[in-house]
Nanobody, 120 residues
Framework: VQLQASGGGLVQPGGSLSVSCAASGSIFSINTMGWYRQAPGKQRELVAS???????NYADSVEGRFTISRDNALKTVSLRMNSLKPEDTAVYYCNANLWVNGNTRYTNYWGQGTQVTVSS
């Protein structure tokens, strides 16, 4: 079972970028999915999360600029980032609560990080 992130890169301030993450393996069910980020010298923080129902939650710093979405059939979660600022620069990690076949409860999984750099 793994979460594979893609996207990210370098973008100028005010620009847009998307990151995506796909869950694969013997997965019975997926609960909440989300994106976290960690800037140099800072703690990892929640950026956005989305429940199976589609209910979303955003950090105040990205509200109105970022949009999280998921495709339950494809087991993917995406983050569309608009009006990017230099302070959005960080390594972005996808996260998902997965019920793996053979287990008896949901377990938290992390994807590998993908770098997002906002700079002119």
């Amino acid at each position: 079972v793994q979460l594979q992130a893609s996207g990210g890169g370098l973008v100028q301030p005010g620009g847009s970028l998307s990151v995506s993450c796909a869950a694969s393996g013997s997965i019975f069910s997926i609960n909440t999915m989300g994106w976290y980020r960690q800037a140099p010298g800072k703690q990892r923080e929640l950026v956005a999360s989305i429940a199976t129902s589609g209910n979303t939650n955003y950090a105040d710093s990205v509200e109105g600029r970022f949009t999280i979405s998921r495709d339950n059939a494809l087991k993917t979660v995406s983050l569309r980032m608009n009006s990017l600022k230099p302070e959005d620069t960080a390594v972005y990690y996808c996260n998902a609560n997965l019920w793996v076949n053979g287990n008896t409860r949901y377990t938290n999984y992390w994807g590998q990080g993908t770098q997002v750099t906002v700079s002119s």
